[in-house]
């Protein structure tokens, strides 16, 4: 009798699973239906965006997300403190990874910006935000101070700026941008004075004119001088922006059709399925379809908001911060440049643009948000 009692108060299985249902219905509803949402937008996009080209890209996108949403519950599953603990190796990984590109990296798109080992080939860039934003948290949550010093602050500039110069020698200058917002929004989080944020504005412009003149090619000046004016090389520099115009503008209220467009269809919008995956949606569904994504980007970000305002701790807040704010910034940037105010660089858009180690990264990013949010029930 006293096995059978214990049995049912102590270790009934329904007991055991309690704490693990507790769990799993605190996953935020919000952000995992906008993530599978966009998800299932992106792959019917690559796959009309990529039909009429010579591979089409919907099959290797469908299994980037199938590997994307596995790593999004690995991520989520494992303690974000456990992965804080270990950033510093991951962030050395990182950095090594980086350097690795510089010396056997394989070009694509006139930088040498991707690693292959076997037949693989993954871009180091996007798994070293994530090694980046962890480190960056650990170090800024260990300080328990509300406002931050200047030791402190250039500390932290030197976490992020490290594998940021790396990327853009490779030259990679837009994906070292968006390392960029991933350091302000945790600052901003950590604490800094008005009178340092005007010195780190000054400082940057500095910086950016010194980049400009010693540490661009003529390309990618050339690139911003189209953004500016880009009727003067509607053949060349400004090709995609006049093409992706087109896209976008055709498309109207409704759009065209599933497949219809005739900027992709006919080959006119280059990059199609990765960088201007957003001008080919336009054409097929119009401002009503754009609205749409725009609306579970909406969902995502605010849902995201709320777990890092509800974390159980500072080292919670501040990764849900800097993960967020290289996502946002790659929606900004990227829907931005697809209507012409943006300058064009290599920033595809989150769980739509096709590429494994960017999806990946997605995923990732996603199931570590996740993971904070379901942790804020330990231990109370």
Known sequence: MQSISGSITGSHPLHEDQPRLRLLSSIDGGLMLSVLLLAAIGLATVHSASSEMVVDYFPRQAGWVAIGLVLLVVAMSIDYHV?????VVLYGLGIASLVGVLGYGVVRGGAANWLQIGPWQFQPSEFAKLATCLFLARYLAGLNARILDLRQILTAIFIV????VLVAVEPDMGGAAMFAPLLIGTLLVAGVRVRLLVIAVVTGLVLVSGVWTFGMKAYQRQRVMTFLAPQTDPLGAGYQVRQSKIAVGSGELTGKGYMQGTQSQLRFLPARHTDFILAVLAEEWGFLGVLTVMG????????AARIAM?????????LVVGLLSFLCFHILYNSSMVVGFAPITGIPLPFLSYGGSFTMVNFISTG????VDIRRYVNR
């Open 161 to 164: 700026a490290l594998p940021m």
């Open 296 to 303: 579970l980007y909406v969902l995502f970000i605010t849902s």
């Open 310 to 318: 509800r974390a159980r701790d500072r080292a919670g807040i501040l």
């Open 83 to 87: 992965l804080l603990d270990f950033s």
């Open 368 to 371: 570590l948000i996740l993971g």
